[in-house]
């Protein structure tokens, strides 16, 4: 059986882009997008079957943590992902405080959000067949089905994590955007190279391509940051 997920992102392209996402993971199924906390619990009080909740922090009504409560204190079991560009260790003490099950920090790869989704869904697996009195090791196993695992290995062959954050960094440094001549040049890499890690990055949905004009030659393909926080 799916796992039904609302996605609640209040940012239309980043809303857009994790609702598919969860469409491509096995075993995930779309219950709803929800832009702000009010919406949120409208869908939910249309759908009681939703298993599990992707929460950005940063709603026009409200802060995610502010929904997340009101949801406990409704007495509502649901599981919470959060999905979101809060660094703030206090906002990241208080969603642990509150239930949230996994932590998934703005930007991330494809890769990123997958692995999220599949630990839970793990951990679910593992929670399913556990017997009904549970030993250490059992609850270990359980426990263990949520730590965090590294994700580098999913990138595309050639590509690192390190030199995709770099790339990350000096997208959301500028706001027009680059070629990847440009990022080439900037980073001290090459064109090809710079080309390889825009394009993985489109692909995401985490930039937009768009031709530049205004020079000789050929016009160059510009690649500018999705905004989502």
């Not at 039904?4 to 995930?28: I, K, M, N, S």
């Not at 249309?46 to 009504?61: A, E, F, G, Q």
């Not at 959000?113 to 270990?140: C, H, I, N, S, W």
């Not at 590509?159 to 980073?187: C, Q």
Request: proline share 4%; glycine share 10%; no cysteine.
């Amino acid at each position: 059986m799916s796992v039904r997920v609302l996605v609640v992102e209040d940012e239309e392209v980043a809303a857009e882009a994790h609702a598919t996402y969860v469409g491509r993971v096995p075993g995930f199924e779309l219950a709803g997008v929800a832009h702000s906390a009010g919406e949120a619990m409208r869908l939910l009080q249309r759908d009681p079957d939703v298993d599990l909740v992707l929460l950005d922090m940063h709603l026009p009504d409200g802060h995610g943590l502010g929904l997340l409560q009101r949801l406990r204190a409704e007495g509502r079991p649901l599981d919470v992902i959060a999905v979101t560009s809060a660094r703030d260790t206090e906002v990241v003490r208080r969603a642990v405080s509150q239930g949230v099950v996994l932590y998934l920090l703005k930007p991330f790869t494809f890769a990123a959000f997958r692995g999220k989704l599949e630990q839970y869904a793990e951990f679910r697996a593992r929670l399913a067949t556990a017997p009904g009195d549970v030993v250490q090791d059992d609850v270990d196993q359980l426990f263990g089905a949520l730590r965090s695992r590294p994700t580098g290995e999913a990138l595309p062959k050639g590509m690192s994590l390190d030199s995709l954050r770099h790339v990350v960094e000096a997208l959301r440094e500028r706001t027009e955007g680059y070629s990847a001549s440009e990022l080439g040049e900037a980073i001290g890499v090459s064109r090809v190279t710079a080309r390889r890690y825009l394009e993985h990055l489109a692909d995401e949905g985490r930039v937009t391509r768009a031709p530049r004009y205004g020079g000789t030659g050929r016009p160059e393909v510009g690649y500018v940051w999705v905004r989502s926080d």
